[in-house]
């Protein structure tokens, strides 16, 4: 494809606002968008295409919830006063998927990516983003999979386990083939905050981190280094900072 980009742009945010980063996230797919009209009109007329940018935000945030657009609000099981005594807030948002929370030790990944610059098939994009997670795990022991019908990466995830677990949770949103938000791993949260959303809209199974499998501390920036290699090398694409 001419001004095909297999380069992501990396960028490492640390703890970061919710509300600001999606903010910032709509921003970098507008430009996207803005370079795929302009290419567009230039097919039409002859002139050389610029390839679209493509995007990896790395960050955590403070307690936050967020409700997806198939989401049903009785998954939050906080009013505002108590949302308030948890310090934590409540964004509805245009991903999909129901209710997930995000905070603190919690590695959470938003690719802007031009699907178009790799493959243009979203449930292609959602397993190789869960497949990135999982080979990551297994750096750490850890065995972890899918549940068929269920987005996002498990551990005892074999059909009849007994305490199948959900470690990372993914959702995303697509216009003309340019993806944002994404997933987010558990690696150290404080996994009480779960207890006050029905996640994901799952009621019968419950949640994990690496924290919590591996009775340690791990910090947010090994996992960011092992994760990122398995993301290039399933999407073929360069990374830069």
Request: charged share 20%; hydrophobic share 40%; proline share 5%.
């Amino acid at each position: 494809m001419p001004g095909q980009n297999r380069q992501i742009k990396v960028e490492r945010l640390g703890l970061v606002d919710y509300a600001s980063t999606w903010a910032y996230q709509e921003q970098l797919l507008a430009a996207a968008l803005a370079v795929k009209t302009r290419n567009r009109l230039a097919a039409e007329s002859g002139v050389p295409l610029e390839p679209t940018p493509n995007h990896l935000l790395l960050c955590q945030h403070p307690h936050v919830y967020t409700l997806g657009k198939s989401g049903k609000p009785e998954h939050l099981l906080l009013d505002e006063t108590a949302l308030a005594a948890h310090g934590a807030t409540f964004h509805r948002i245009n991903r999909g998927g129901d209710i997930t929370y995000h905070g603190p030790g919690q590695l959470v990944g938003y690719p802007i990516l031009d699907l178009d610059n790799f493959f243009t098939d979203i449930h292609r994009y959602l397993r190789v983003l869960e497949e990135a997670v999982i080979l990551t795990l297994a750096e750490y022991g850890l065995r972890a999979g899918r549940i068929a019908g269920l987005t996002g990466v498990w551990l005892d995830f074999e059909e009849g386990a007994s305490n199948p677990r959900k470690i990372c949770a993914m959702g995303v949103k697509c216009s003309r083939w340019v993806t944002m938000h994404g997933f987010a791993l558990n690696v150290n949260p404080d996994l009480s905050y779960f207890g006050h959303i029905v996640p994901c809209g799952i009621t019968d199974k419950a949640v994990t981190s690496l924290q919590q499998e591996l009775g340690r501390a791990v910090p947010i920036t090994e996992v960011e280094n092992r994760l990122l290699p398995h993301l290039a090398n399933l999407l073929q694409a360069d990374l830069i900072s």
